[in-house]
């Protein structure tokens, strides 16, 4: 555990936070703290408040109340532009923009005012089961799984401290599902890439996280070690 003093160092932390929206409480007293190199499954009921959370934490929505620091400095400080590079948003659905997936893929080369590397995308496709030829296919006939795929991509070829995934295996089968999840652990393991990701499916937070949070009626109700969740509620969510 990175400490400095005694205190915690968090690359991300949610201090009280409260979300209303048409006279409803969406989210009430989040508060928790996202180490560098984490790995957060977050779980709880549709409904509960998991995907707001991750809007609020990539700025689409602003808290009623409350703070998000990213290493201790509120991220509505950051310019949007900014905020996308540090950190990541992936949804179930996919989103790929343009026509093919090679405009898709040198666009972060672009934002980040660099050259294309096609080695390192090619590199990215090879870890994916994608051959090269890929770059030259329409979005439109890639199935599913491949664009999913070419989402989680282009993410990572920005380089962003902290990615949010937001059930992005949902509607996967499970061999794009694995293939998905051990890019992830890749990332996390080589450049320490923070993650957090919603999951209904209890073996993917068994295998992906460390630690877990659970929302219920948009409260936590378990914040801790993975372990601990699997023990004390896991049972109840098979």
């Not at 009430?28 to 549709?46: C, K, L």
Request: aromatic residues 8%; hydrophobic residues 40%; charged residues 20%.
């Amino acid at each position: 555990m990175l400490s400095i003093g005694g205190a915690t160092i968090y690359i991300l932390e949610c201090k009280d936070i409260e979300l209303i929206k048409n006279h409803q409480v969406i989210l009430n007293n989040i508060s928790f703290g996202v180490q560098a190199g984490d790995s957060i499954g977050i779980m709880g009921p549709s409904g509960s408040g998991k995907s707001s959370l991750f809007r609020l934490l990539n700025l689409l929505l602003s808290p009623s109340q409350g703070q998000i620091l990213y290493r201790d400095k509120h991220i509505q400080s950051y310019a949007p532009t900014q905020l996308r590079r540090i950190i990541g948003y992936i949804l179930q659905k996919p989103y790929l923009f343009g026509t093919t997936v090679q405009e898709n893929l040198i666009y972060p080369y672009e934002l980040l005012g660099q050259k294309p590397d096609f080695n390192e995308i090619n590199g990215y496709l090879d870890q994916v089961q994608l051959p090269a030829n890929t770059l030259e296919k329409k979005n439109t006939a890639l199935s599913g799984g491949e664009q999913q795929r070419i989402a989680l991509i282009r993410s990572l070829l920005i380089k962003p401290k902290i990615i949010l995934l937001d059930e992005v295996t949902a509607a996967l089968d499970e061999e794009n599902t694995l293939l998905i999840e051990k890019l992830i652990t890749y990332e996390q393991q080589r450049q320490h890439l923070t993650v957090l990701f919603i999951t209904h499916n209890l073996q993917q937070a068994k295998r992906l996280a460390r630690k877990m949070l659970y929302l219920e009626a948009g409260q936590i109700s378990f914040w801790g070690d993975a372990t601990d969740f699997f023990k004390e509620k896991g049972e109840q969510h098979e």
